[in-house]
């Protein structure tokens, strides 16, 4: 996985994951990408240098910065123009309380590929405030965010997103245009968050639990892979799922209908899982 507590070039430890971006080409197709306008309060995770920052002021009503380094405020608040409407919170986003932040707000940013996964769960916690999400990841976990059934890419990352959001892989950016560069390519994700469910999950828990279980075990079929929960033949057959076929080959839709068939049996996992990774 790139990132990199310990990336960048000659092995320079950059805890951060500090990868700036200065194209002027490239930060616009990200701001044209997120769609933000005036009326949109933004929230920018780990501005930087403020390269981002600057063109979001210009084109959202609010930015709420959060940077976690407390060593590039100064600079961060030099580079930005002395526009009122930038407000910079030295904070970990990972652990931050959105619902601080009053009213809606989209995520615009170029995030430190280290915390990809709990930061995006973390922001989906508050996915009634969120309309939209636009971030720059790894292109590898880029692809798997947005993989479709039956591909090679498809997995519990793809699942786990995709019950929440619509995610759509808008450009890939070069190693290249970082200072420094990282070891990895990246690419912008546009995820428009459900602004109200649209799958009737029973047991959210209970999901993740088994989407994780059945692609830890990708190459079986989903039978085998999820023989761990009590009454899964059964689960299956109820859901019109057949047993024979592989984890990648079930739809996000499939997962909830099967797992809504084991928690309304009133079936549980036997003996208690071990969650993998
Ligand atoms: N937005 C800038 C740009 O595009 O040039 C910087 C992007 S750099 C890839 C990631 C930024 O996130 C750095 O400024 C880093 O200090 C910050 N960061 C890393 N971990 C963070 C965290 N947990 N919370 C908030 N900011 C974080």
Request: glycine share 6%; proline share 7%; hydrophobic share 40%.
């Amino acid at each position: 996985m790139r990132c990199t507590r310990t990336g960048g070039r000659g092995g320079v430890r950059r805890p951060f994951g500090q990868h700036f971006l200065f194209d002027p080409n490239i930060l616009a197709k990200i701001i044209d990408s997120s769609g933000i306008t005036s009326r949109d309060t933004v929230v920018e995770i780990g501005p930087g240098l403020g390269s981002l920052t600057r063109l979001l002021s210009e084109r959202a009503g609010r930015v709420i910065a959060i940077e976690i380094d407390k060593r590039l405020i100064e600079r961060l608040k030099e580079n930005l123009p002395a526009s009122e409407n930038v407000e910079i919170i030295t904070a970990d986003a990972v652990t931050f309380p959105y619902d601080t932040i009053e009213g809606r707000f989209r995520v615009v940013a170029n995030i430190p590929y280290n915390i990809t996964s709990p930061l995006i769960f973390r922001l989906l916690q508050y996915r009634e405030k969120i309309p939209s999400m636009t971030l720059l990841l790894q292109k590898e976990v880029a692809r798997r965010i947005v993989a479709s059934p039956g591909t090679k890419e498809y997995g519990a990352l793809s699942v786990s997103v995709q019950l929440y959001t619509e995610p759509v892989l808008k450009f890939t950016v070069s190693r290249k245009a970082f200072s420094p560069p990282p070891e990895v390519d990246s690419a912008l994700v546009h995820f428009r968050v459900h602004s109200s469910p649209v799958f009737d999950i029973k047991d959210e828990a209970m999901l993740l639990k088994l989407v994780k279980t059945a692609f830890s075990g990708r190459r079986k079929m989903i039978a085998n892979s999820l023989r761990v929960f009590e009454g899964i033949k059964e689960a299956l057959m109820e859901s019109g799922i057949n047993p024979a076929l592989r984890p990648e080959n079930l739809s996000v839709a499939d997962y909830v209908r099967l797992t809504n068939a084991l928690t309304a049996a009133g079936k549980r996992c036997n003996p208690p899982l071990r969650i993998p990774g």
